[in-house]
């Protein structure tokens, strides 16, 4: 008992590592708010791409599909390696420029930036399938209220059901977040000094996990209050969906599991507004 | 008010709208087996038929939402099927609005902005002259208290005057309301029609897909009978409806009024 304490709750130990491992949490947190910014616009700009319409267009539906399945099939992981490999190679073989392929931008270092890229590389892909259940269960008299009116189909998608869809997938879009942010913690194979690799660097010397318990109850200290919020936008939807108006209950359940847990379910009910 | 709608020449002598064999299919349904049908300006017709009779397809292929297989469309004496497709889903979008049995307004947008939006993304109208003729049409469908309300916080008929306004906002020459009461509490029919009625009695050309007799019998000018995705009959109301020449006309018109 006196062991199981020890090693997972020695308080001098976390005190001593305290600077480091917050240290390593900033990196983290750096790298969620960053790849998750950029992959929820990069899946929004894949969403979209998925909805044009059109003949001429198919291929372009066909090759973001063909994206969007690629990545949310491959493991994380292997992304960033492939990423990392690539790009530093690339430039050592002066296919691009050092500056690209050993990118310490903004004073972040390589690693980090590999990170980044890998993190919405995937994540927008899973992001994609979410704002596409947003965007279809929009009903449709709401695209032919807005051509009816003249607009173009960029404009509706743009002014009139985009809007609609985000607002009805923030739930699940904050879900696909707490599932980044823990996946930020693959970045430290491949060299980030995040907080999972801290404590771990400890653990390996002191033969101690504490400096890892810091390091999750700093990550709890977030993902808890965010699957929280979740909770309550999914409950402010279902209040307002109540009578019968615009949002659909775009909510899943309150999940927090792994990267596996891939995208947002199907499309969400709709209101039952739409007209056969 | 909207009277400047009608103010450009080309072919005014003509008929507004024109249908020539118009066919539609979804699939193996074969939905409009041929119509034609010819509305002047000005003119309201109403559609009648039984459900699945094609009455709304008929409606969603005029302005395009739903392109006809074979058969022509002329606007203004300019067809908008056949090639150049976008051309003419441009030309009837800018002419003819249409409203919706859903309403189907933007619930993200107030009633004001549910106005403003397409005047200035489409129109390119500024702010203050979108607004003040949004403005101008909710006084005019009685709504001026209603301006900042969100759709939700609105009755189905209130949210249909403000679906009326919206199109009228487009200065349209003309109107497709489909079954645009049959989604409302029967107290709210009324507000509804009477905003239509008013509409009519200012000279809008107005193509509407209905199930109330009596507003085809008093504001429709004329009445086509649809069954089976052709039309069956088609003349003045008083005679549609108080004299039918079709044994379907009959029938069908023998079921509705019995209630």
């Excluded at chain 1, 994540?123 to 008299?141: D, K, N, Q, S, T």
């Excluded at chain 1, 491949?190 to 660097?201: P, S």
């Excluded at chain 1, 209040?239 to 927090?256: D, I, K, N, V, Y």
């Excluded at chain 2, 029967?186 to 509409?199: H, S």
Aim: proline share 5%; glycine share 12%.
């Amino acid at each position: 008992m006196d062991f199981i304490s020890e090693y997972y709750f020695d308080f001098g130990l976390m005190g001593d590592n305290l600077g480091p491992v917050l240290e390593g949490f900033w990196l983290t947190i750096k790298l969620s708010v960053l790849s998750g910014a950029l992959a929820l616009a990069w899946g929004l700009v894949l969403a979209v791409l998925r909805q044009l319409p059109g003949t001429p267009l198919a291929p372009v539906r066909w090759l973001t599909i063909a994206y969007i399945d690629a990545f949310r099939g491959i493991p994380l992981l292997l992304v960033l390696f492939l990423v990392s490999g690539f790009l530093s190679a690339a430039q050592a073989e002066d296919v691009i420029p050092r500056a690209i392929g050993l990118p310490e931008w903004l004073g972040q270092t390589s690693p980090f930036w590999y990170g980044v890229i890998a993190l919405t590389l995937t994540y927008g892909a899973y992001m994609a399938e979410v704002y596409r259940a947003g965007i279809e269960a929009v009903p449709r008299g709401q695209t032919e209220a807005a051509r009816s009116l003249g607009m173009s189909h960029g404009q509706a998608m743009r002014f009139v059901i985009v809007p609609q869809a985000v607002r009805t997938v923030i739930p699940p879009l904050l879900n696909d977040f707490i599932a980044l942010m823990k996946d930020t913690s693959l970045v430290s194979v491949i060299g980030a000094l995040e907080v999972v690799q801290v404590g771990f660097d400890v653990q390996t010397s002191e033969f101690n996990g504490s400096a890892l318990v810091l390091g999750a109850l700093l990550f709890l200290l977030v993902t808890i209050p965010l699957a929280r919020l979740v909770d309550v936008l999914i409950a402010r939807q279902q209040a307002r969906s109540g009578r019968g108006g615009a949002a659909p209950g775009g909510g899943q359940p309150e999940s927090t599991s792994g990267p596996a847990a891939g995208p947002a379910g199907g499309p969400a009910a709709t209101g039952g507004l739409g007209r056969a | 008010m909207s009277a400047e709608a009608h103010s450009d020449g080309a072919a005014a002598n003509g008929p507004m709208l024109k249908l020539v064999d118009v066919h539609k299919r979804f699939g193996q349904l074969e939905v409009l087996r041929g119509v034609d049908l010819e509305i002047d300006r000005g003119e309201v017709v109403c559609v009648i038929g039984p459900s699945g009779s094609g009455k709304s397809t008929l409606l969603r292929c005029i302005n395009l939402l739903e392109p006809p297989e074979s058969g022509q469309i002329f606007l203004e004496g300019t067809e908008i099927t056949g090639g150049g497709a976008k051309q003419g889903v441009n030309f009837v979008r800018r002419r003819v609005g249409m409203v919706f049995q859903q309403f189907n307004l933007f619930p993200h947008k107030s009633a004001v902005e549910n106005i403003c939006i397409a005047q200035e993304k489409v129109l390119g109208r500024d702010r203050a002259e979108a607004r003040e003729k949004a403005e101008r049409l909710l006084a005019r469908v009685g709504l001026a208290d209603k301006v900042g309300e969100y759709p939700d916080r609105l009755s189905g008929g209130q949210q249909q005057r403000v679906a009326i306004a919206r199109a009228l906002a487009m200065d349209p020459h003309a109107i497709l309301f489909d079954e645009v009461t049959s989604a409302l509490d029967p107290e709210l029919v009324g507000e509804v029609l009477d905003t239509m009625r008013e509409l009519a009695e200012e000279g809008m050309t107005m193509i509407v897909v209905t199930h109330e007799m009596g507003f085809a019998r008093d504001v429709g000018r004329r009445v086509a009978f649809m069954d089976g995705g052709v039309v069956v009959e088609c003349g003045p109301s008083a005679e549609v409806l108080g004299n039918p020449q079709q044994a379907r006309t009959k029938r069908f018109l023998g079921q509705v009024l019995e209630h």
